[in-house]
Each structure stands twice: as C-alpha cells, then as structure tokens.
Nanobody, 116 residues
Framework: QVQLVESGGGLAQPGGSLRLSCAASGFTFNNYAMSWARQAPGKGREWVSGIFSDGSNTYYQDSVKGRFTISRDNAKNTLYLQMNNLKAEDTVLYYC?????????YGRGTQVTVSS
C-alpha cells in the first residue's frame, strides 16, 4: 500500500533552517510528481510546493518562494523540503503528498515550530 512518512520537523529559531524528508513506498516513486502541503490548527490544508517526477520543474506558493527548496532523490524514493529563513508563520504541520495539481495520498505529517 502507499506509504509516505515525513521526518525532520522540530523546533527552529526565526531565521533558522530545517530540512524535511519524506520516505515513499508502495508505489513507483519516479512515476509521480510530488508535493508538500501544510496545515495550521483550525485551517484547511494548503499546498506549499510541487516537483515533477523527474525533478525537472519545481513550483512554490508565493509565501515560501526564495526560502524553501523542494527536491527529490528517485534512487532513494525520498522527497525533501529545505526550509531557510524560517518565520513564525511557518509554524504548522507539514505533509508530503503524492501528486502535484491532483494529490491523492498524504503522509501523517511532521510538525515544524518556529520560535525564539
């Protein structure tokens, strides 16, 4: 079955960095575009960034452009999100998702907290 397992969340200071990882299994990873999404308490889940199956194209929500970088290692079936210059408003639960414009599976999420 499809499994997406996120890791790498935690506590960071404003202006700091974190790198999220997502280990994928149960499907042919290099056949799918992938995304990161996030959700704040009491709000809907929002798309953050997407990447084509071969990594050739990447896309970002305006609020994270220039700060976050999505990448993937198809040999390791792993998706990444490098987050730099973190802000307090980045404090939310981050999810890995299969797909880009249409996302059909999500992981359970990893919490990112930005606080001094």
């Amino acid at each position: 079955q499809v499994q997406l397992v996120e890791s790498g969340g935690g506590l960071a200071q404003p202006g700091g960095s974190l790198r999220l990882s997502c280990a994928a299994s149960g499907f042919t990873f290099n056949n799918y575009a992938m995304s990161w999404a996030r959700q704040a308490p009491g709000k809907g889940r929002e798309w953050v960034s997407g990447i084509f199956s071969d990594g050739s194209n990447t896309y970002y929500q305006d609020s994270v452009k220039g700060r976050f970088t999505i990448s993937r290692d198809n040999a390791k079936n792993t998706l990444y999100l490098q987050m730099n210059n973190l802000k307090a408003e980045d404090t939310v639960l981050y999810y890995c998702a299969r797909g880009y414009q249409y996302r059909d599976f999500y992981g359970r999420g990893t919490q990112v907290t930005v606080s001094s």
